[in-house]
């Protein structure tokens, strides 16, 4: 543990102690620093994590103060654990929520994408600008797949950094994520394959099986904890499946994250039946702690795991720039690519590359983890005090996606519609899943900067909420 954490958790369990309560002022970064024998910069970064986890708060010209923390909210139960779709049909309903989202008068709580004003990169437009006078005819065939050499080589030495040996001739850059991953699956399967993924599930996997015509057998996972192992032991058991997608950490759309022991217990699953993973990691720099969580990738030794991450969600969401260690498979997604998009954007490849080697990423990922810390932490407070205490809300620690469970009897895709119609958006639970099984459930957005207009959409969410509930 560094010094920052240490002073860090010094002041935590002070405030746990009730030796600093909700309003408290703290003391000055100079007089903590003075205190403890540590040097300014290390008390900042002590108070800026402490900030980011929601435990203190800044007020400007003034310090710091000790947050408010509302009492704990009650978690989301667990589902079924194992339920079997031999067809899946979601297409049409999810393209209607996400239209509705669009609406720049409507608060967009259902909206996938965190808020766009946190990649407010000038740095980036600069990037984008000079490699755009400087690309010629030729830059497009340098760039086919694997894509752009520096980019990869790039991405390859952030593996390296945490300690992953992934070579730069093992990925290849996609067109987001979600091309990573649709063509991931492609290489492993094909049509009537059976494929398990999460319980409630990223709706991109819903839509990736249907268009390949795929059959998902949909395995319990929990806000938590993350997929019930268990389920899946028994889902291997029961059924022929060439694949297993899902997300390691911060789950679309229940934050869930699962632990270094529940992860080594799935790669070994998986390698024993000779299963791959197709590894979702697209929120995986947007951690609240102090250290990067490993993927699953990391416990990879036959190349049995395709990790697919991409910098929509951390960097650039407009450039739609993706990939995929691909390990094994990388020559067959090649040709994959080539037969579909042909390949990635290339002055956004480029833009990216430089954008990586002349620094700043690393500073923009601590500011934007902080940022988003702090609104999931207002969100919260804000369910906590307007919304019915029968709602139950997940505590994810990354990411900005929170999960709420209403009383089995309430429908969301009422509360949804009946929202819409008053200006605030949110996503149903039928958006995750094939059947009924969460149409008590829905997911909001907290990436947004909080002001009052939020405050009233999540009033106006509570009001219809108590009109949902019967008569007591």
Not at 110 to 133: H, N
Not at 191 to 205: H, K, L, T
Not at 242 to 267: E, I
Not at 348 to 372: E, S
Request: one cysteine or more.
């Amino acid at each position: 543990m560094t010094r920052y954490e240490q002073l860090a958790q010094q002041i935590r369990e002070q405030i746990q102690n009730r030796v600093w309560r909700a309003g408290d002022k703290l003391p000055s970064l100079r007089e903590s620093g003075k205190r403890a024998g540590l040097s300014l910069m290390t008390v900042v970064q002590s108070y800026q994590l402490l900030e980011s986890q929601g435990w203190i708060v800044a007020r400007p010209q003034s310090g710091y103060y000790v947050a408010a923390r509302p009492q704990p909210l009650p978690e989301p139960a667990r589902g079924e654990k194992l339920l079997l779709s031999e067809q899946v049909d979601i297409n049409t309903f999810i393209f209607d929520v996400l239209q509705a989202s669009q609406d720049p008068e409507i608060v967009p709580f259902g909206s996938a994408f965190p808020d766009a004003t946190l990649f407010a990169q000038p740095r980036l437009a600069r990037a984008l600008s000079s490699v755009a006078r400087k690309f010629t005819p030729h830059s497009s065939l340098a760039n086919l797949p694997p894509g752009n050499d520096a980019l990869r080589r790039h991405i390859a030495q952030r593996y390296a950094l945490s300690g992953m040996q992934v070579a730069p001739d093992e990925i290849v850059i996609t067109a987001g994520a979600m091309e990573s991953l649709s063509l991931s699956l492609q290489a492993v399967t094909q049509p009537g394959d059976y494929v398990a993924i999460e319980s409630p599930a990223f709706y991109g996997a819903l839509q990736a099986l249907e268009r390949l015509r795929l059959k998902a057998v949909a395995i319990a996972t929990h806000p938590q904890d993350g997929i019930d192992l268990d389920a899946l032991q028994q889902a291997v058991d029961q059924y022929p499946i060439k694949a297993c997608w899902l997300m390691t950490h911060f789950q679309n759309p229940q934050g869930a994250s699962m632990s270094d022991d529940n992860k080594r217990r799935l790669v070994a699953l998986l390698r024993e039946r000779q299963i791959t993973l197709i590894e979702d990691d697209v929120y995986g720099e947007l951690y609240f702690s102090a250290e990067r969580p490993l993927p699953a990738k990391a416990l990879d030794s036959g190349g049995q795991i395709l990790h697919c991450s991409s910098f929509s969600k951390c960097l650039a969401p407009g450039f739609r720039v993706g990939w995929v260690a691909a390990g094994r498979y990388a020559q067959q997604i090649q040709r994959l690519q080539l037969m579909s998009t042909v390949s990635t954007s290339v002055p956004t490849q480029m833009a990216l590359a430089d954008y990586l080697l002349h620094g700043g990423y690393d500073t923009h990922l601590r500011r934007l983890r902080r940022l988003l810390a702090q609104r999931q932490s207002v969100m919260r407070q804000a369910i906590a005090h307007h919304f019915p205490p029968t709602v139950k809300v997940s505590q994810p620690d990354g990411g900005y996606f929170l999960w709420l469970e209403l009383e089995p009897a309430l429908s969301s895709m009422e509360l949804y519609r009946q929202a819409l119609a008053q200006g605030v958006s949110i996503a149903p639970g039928r958006m995750f899943t094939t059947g009924d099984h969460f149409n008590h459930c829905f997911r909001l957005n907290a990436s947004f900067e909080w002001h009052d207009r939020f405050e009233e959409a999540i009033k106006t969410l509570a009001k219809l909420i108590r009109q949902l509930e019967p008569a007591r």
